[in-house]
């Protein structure tokens, strides 16, 4: 062997030290400065894009240029979303406790695909599933699934519905969801073999709720046509207005019609982990499944949806596989390829375990109420501004409204006027503000979401609003 070994990928301990330090003194800066930064970066950045396109590179380079590189070129230039002014789409801000164990699962690369291959490990999930089971009270034999993100939750949760009541006979089986819910639902139903020509939109009252009227007339005329409604997908919190579907009467009515039960709470269910909350969520613990977004209301780092199943067999008969060259099943503890579509893949269950085992749970039932009082607050608030119209108070922690004045005589002239008045308040980088389009009326929304959103930066977020619809009516 020659002197330079080329096939070595190794770091000696002392180089893992100093670049691990490195990494870690880049991150904490960042973080420690990340309410001084523009809470929307530089985004005309078609130009850095072409530039970054290159070959292969067939030497390896330093760490230090990398992290120059990003740190100050690439990170900055993007919505600063763990940013405390960050109020757009559906923030969460990323806790510091999840980071640590990403990196964690990451150097100790431990297998937590298969039970048998890290079993202890495997069980910190499960904990945390659990966990998280006893915050939506589901009953006890429900199981659950981490996943990438809601997304793939709801896909999960459309199949386990799907294998009960459609069996191989696909195409008959129809789905319900309000003309509100969020489009990974119809997005997941094609993945799950639901065409559109079988999803119902249902339509939604003026509180943004699922009519229950409306769906229960879809369903009977579907009926009579020979179809099969197999499921509903009703929201706890839309991404567009906050709004809570009427639970507890769609619960009704899947029991009745024994339909799936199918609640999308990737915005709204960790508000049921504050018991004085739970009435905002009525009928939640009595849905089928229960799509939940670690990365949004727990507060964690993109990457961590999760769903429950009441009826935990379910999912696991969906997902339970075996093979020749892999370890015996066992029924006693929980097993992720055995509840999911993945075998490899991270260790997901970590970064949930250790920020829930750092705060606790009455930390966390702190910040998510704080979320609210601070949502409820500044709506009441901007709701005094002159020219402001309410359209959505918070069911939640969202609210939604739109600007009216005597200039603007037409819905163009609204949507116009609503639209700069998020964009005046977004560029002047304390706060990022993103709209909703219903019905052709164009709203601004602000939605409390990020662990590091405090009454500060909400005494802010009101004062501008205010200064800049002044602005745009009297100017
Ligand atoms: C964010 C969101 C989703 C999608 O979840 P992802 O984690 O982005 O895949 C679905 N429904 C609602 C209500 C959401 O807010």
Same mark, same amino acid.
């Given at each position: 062997?020659?002197?330079?070994?080329?096939?070595?990928?190794?770091?000696?301990?002392?180089?893992?030290?100093?670049?691990?330090?490195?990494?870690?003194?880049?991150?904490?800066?960042?973080?420690?400065?990340?309410?001084?930064?523009?809470?929307?970066?530089?985004?005309?950045?078609?130009?850095?894009?072409?530039?970054?396109?290159?070959?292969?590179?067939?030497?390896?380079?330093?760490?230090?240029?990398?992290?120059?590189?990003?740190?100050?070129?690439?990170?900055?230039?993007?919505?600063?979303?763990?940013?405390?002014?960050?109020?757009?789409?559906?923030?969460?801000?990323?806790?510091?406790?999840?980071?640590?164990?990403?990196?964690? *699962?990451? /150097? %100790? +690369?431990?297998?937590?695909?298969?039970?048998?291959? #890290?079993? $202890?490990?495997?069980? &910190?999930?499960?904990?945390?599933?659990?966990?998280?089971?006893?915050?939506?009270?589901?009953?006890?034999?429900?199981?659950?699934?981490?996943?990438?993100?809601?997304?793939?939750?709801?896909?999960?949760?459309?199949?386990?519905?799907?294998?009960?009541?459609?069996?191989?006979?696909?195409?008959?089986?129809?789905?319900?969801?309000?003309?509100?819910?969020?489009?990974?639902?119809?997005?997941?139903?094609?993945?799950?073999?639901?065409?559109?020509?079988?999803?119902?939109?249902?339509?939604?009252?003026?509180?943004?709720?699922?009519?229950?009227?409306?769906?229960?007339?879809?369903?009977?005329?579907?009926?009579?046509?020979?179809?099969?409604?197999?499921?509903?997908?009703?929201? *706890?919190? /839309? %991404? +567009?207005?906050?709004?809570?579907?009427?639970?507890? #009467?769609? $619960?009704?009515?899947? &029991?009745?019609?024994?339909?799936?039960?199918?609640?999308?709470?990737?915005?709204?269910?960790?508000?049921?982990?504050?018991?004085?909350?739970?009435?905002?969520?009525?009928?939640?613990?009595?849905?089928?499944?229960?799509?939940?977004?670690?990365?949004?209301?727990?507060?964690?780092?993109?990457?961590?949806?999760?769903?429950?199943?009441?009826?935990?067999?379910?999912?696991?008969?969906?997902?339970?596989?075996?093979?020749?060259?892999?370890?015996?099943?066992?029924?006693?503890?929980?097993?992720?390829?055995?509840?999911?579509?993945?075998?490899?893949?991270?260790?997901?269950?970590?970064?949930?375990?250790?920020?829930?085992?750092?705060?606790?749970?009455?930390?966390?039932?702190? *910040?998510?109420?704080?979320?609210?009082?601070?949502?409820?607050?500044?709506? #009441?608030?901007?709701?005094?501004?002159?020219?402001?119209?309410?359209?959505?108070?918070?069911?939640?922690?969202?609210?939604?409204?739109?600007?009216?004045?005597?200039?603007?005589?037409?819905?163009?002239?609204?949507?116009?006027?609503?639209?700069?008045?998020?964009?005046?308040?977004?560029?002047?980088?304390?706060?990022?503000?993103?709209?909703?389009?219903?019905?052709?009326?164009?709203?601004?929304?602000?939605?409390?979401?990020?662990?590091?959103?405090?009454?500060?930066?909400?005494?802010?977020?009101?004062?501008?609003?205010?200064?800049?619809?002044?602005?745009?009516?009297?100017?």
């Amino acid at each position: 062997m020659s002197g330079t070994d080329d096939a070595s990928l190794e770091f000696s301990p002392s180089q893992m030290q100093a670049m691990g330090q490195a990494v870690v003194e880049r991150a904490v800066a960042h973080l420690a400065a990340i309410e001084s930064q523009a809470i929307r970066g530089d985004l005309d950045v078609a130009d850095v894009c072409r530039s970054l396109r290159e070959p292969v590179p067939e030497h390896g380079a330093e760490l230090e240029p990398l992290l120059d590189q990003l740190f100050d070129e690439l990170i900055p230039r993007s919505f600063t979303t763990p940013g405390p002014g960050y109020l757009a789409y559906i923030p969460g801000g990323g806790v510091y406790p999840a980071a640590l164990a990403s990196f964690i *699962a990451d /150097t %100790t +690369n431990r297998y937590t695909g298969v039970w048998q291959a #890290a079993p $202890a490990l495997v069980q &910190l999930e499960a904990n945390a599933l659990e966990w998280l089971r006893d915050w939506m009270c589901f009953p006890e034999g429900s199981s659950g699934l981490l996943t990438a993100g809601g997304s793939m939750a709801t896909f999960n949760a459309i199949l386990c519905a799907r294998e009960r009541y459609l069996g191989t006979d696909i195409r008959r089986g129809t789905l319900y969801t309000s003309d509100q819910a969020h489009h990974s639902i119809e997005k997941s139903a094609k993945l799950a073999g639901i065409f559109h020509d079988r999803v119902r939109i249902i339509a939604s009252d003026g509180d943004y709720r699922m009519r229950v009227d409306a769906l229960e007339a879809a369903v009977a005329a579907d009926r009579a046509a020979g179809l099969r409604p197999f499921m509903v997908a009703s929201s *706890a919190g /839309t %991404t +567009n207005t906050g709004a809570v579907d009427p639970l507890e #009467a769609v $619960a009704d009515i899947c &029991l009745r019609e024994g339909m799936w039960h199918h609640v999308d709470g990737a915005y709204g269910a960790f508000f049921h982990a504050c018991p004085e909350l739970r009435p905002l969520l009525a009928g939640l613990p009595r849905a089928d499944s229960l799509t939940l977004d670690p990365h949004k209301g727990m507060f964690l780092p993109y990457g961590t949806g999760a769903l429950l199943v009441r009826d935990g067999a379910a999912l696991r008969a969906v997902h339970s596989a075996t093979a020749g060259y892999l370890p015996a099943q066992q029924e006693e503890f929980y097993d992720p390829s055995q509840h999911g579509p993945e075998l490899s893949r991270g260790f997901p269950g970590l970064r949930v375990w250790m920020a829930i085992k750092m705060f606790g749970a009455a930390r966390y039932r702190a *910040a998510i109420a704080e979320k609210r009082a601070l949502a409820v607050w500044a709506a #009441a608030e901007v709701a005094r501004v002159p020219g402001i119209v309410m359209d959505a108070w918070p069911q939640l922690s969202l609210f939604a409204f739109h600007l009216e004045g005597p200039r603007l005589a037409s819905q163009d002239a609204r949507n116009a006027a609503t639209a700069e008045l998020m964009e005046r308040v977004t560029a002047r980088g304390r706060v990022m503000l993103t709209g909703c389009t219903v019905e052709g009326r164009h709203l601004a929304r602000v939605c409390v979401l990020s662990f590091r959103t405090r009454a500060a930066v909400m005494r802010e977020c009101v004062e501008q609003i205010a200064q800049e619809a002044g602005r745009i009516l009297n100017d």
